[in-house]
């Protein structure tokens, strides 16, 4: 009997052993955390680019003509249309949602004006051969792919000029110098290439075209209506100066 109660006391000493050990003090198995998800920052504005394109130009003259230094007489609105090639180099530089950049571009072109006034008394062409700028741009990023922005700057014009007063000709190649100002809207289309559209006016100082015996001249004022569409290449990066800086 003694054995038989031991035994029954060793038994149930080991059944609460192994309740214990599979009741709520059990330690549970480990776990293994989740790795942190991760945020792939989009692509910086910030870089040097440049590109190439193609636009449309209106032609604007305000001519006048004086003769013994009298003006004999002026008409504005003298003008005309064409297309034009462009080159662009520059650089951007990316702060927050706002992009400030640098430019220099050179325009070539064959814009055409011809005037003939007082039944041939007096006839002029202008032709537009060339056009550079040097500029900035202020822009904001409406989306990390969209930058929308103003442009001003500095640029000179060259133009072959002839023209014809009651038989004497007066002809030469002038630069013109002035400003401009503009707006426009750059797109990132995949990974660095980007395009741009833009419309900008450009407004020249006035220069005389003088006969040779320096009794007659004829002075023109032009200004330049464009709009044009560029492809750029950028070498830029990715990372803190992306899209909402600080985040």
Known sequence: MKKLIVGVAGALALMS?????D???RRPPPTIAAPPPVYEA???WTGFYFGAGVGAGAVVHDVSVQDLGVNVFSFDGVGGQGIFGTVIVGWDWQMGNTVFGI????????????LSLLGGLLNASFDHSNSWAIGARLGWLSSPATLWYLTAGYTEAEF???????GLGLSGEDRFSGYFVGAGVDT???????LRLEYRFSQFDSEPFTSADGLTSLDVEPSIHTARVLLTYKFSGSGMAGWGLGR
């Not at 052993?17 to 050990?21: G, I, K, P």
């Not at 072959?160 to 009651?166: E, L, P």
């Not at 990132?188 to 980007?194: G, K, M, S, T, V």
């Open 17 to 21: 052993s192994n309740a214990v050990a």
């Open 42 to 44: 989009p692509p910086t």
């Open 160 to 166: 072959d000029s002839f023209a014809s007063f009651v």
């Open 23 to 25: 009741g709520p003090y």
């Open 188 to 194: 990132r289309l995949r990974d660095n290439w980007f």
């Open 103 to 114: 430019f220099a571009d050179y325009d070539f072109s064959d814009i055409s004006t011809n």
